[in-house]
């Protein structure tokens, strides 16, 4: 197991931009592909992006597509999830998740495919 602790969630102007953190910490991390997902209120959790162990193949929800990035640092034991032009929809709480492949290209965009979640944090989008 890996326990994942996230950070940089907040309050954020319409068309402002946040970068949010997952570190992992356990066991090494570099062969851990890694997720985002979100949740607002009344709504059901949602994938956002998800990014393979090796770093490649960065896959996006249509709704955060050319506004989101994901990216990955394994010397660090962290994931990023960058995000610009932030609308009022994207107001969740973000969760990062991870699981172990041996596959360094697949990417998993269900919440179900990971065994490894953060507590979450807050994302407000306010004008």
């Known amino acids: 197991q890996v326990q994942l602790v996230e950070s940089g969630g907040g309050l954020v102007q319409i068309g402002g931009s946040l970068r949010h953190s997952c570190a992992a910490s356990?066991?090494?991390?570099?062969?851990?592909?890694m997720g985002w997902f979100r949740q607002a209120p009344g709504k059901e959790r949602e994938f956002v992006a998800a990014?393979?162990?090796?770093?490649?193949?960065?896959y996006y929800a249509d709704s955060v597509k050319g506004r989101f990035t994901i990216s990955k640092e394994n010397a660090k034991n962290t994931v990023f999830l960058q995000m610009n032009s932030l609308k009022p929809e994207d107001t969740a709480v973000y969760y990062c998740?991870?699981?172990?492949?041996?596959?360094?290209?697949?990417?998993?965009?269900?919440?179900?495919?990971?065994?490894?979640w953060g507590q979450g944090t807050q994302v407000t989008v306010s004008s």
């Open positions: 990014i393979s162990w090796s770093g490649k193949n960065p």
């Open positions: 356990g066991r090494s991390f570099s062969n851990y592909a």
């Open positions: 998740a991870a699981k172990i492949l041996r596959d360094p290209i697949v990417v998993i965009s269900t919440w179900e495919g990971y065994d490894n």
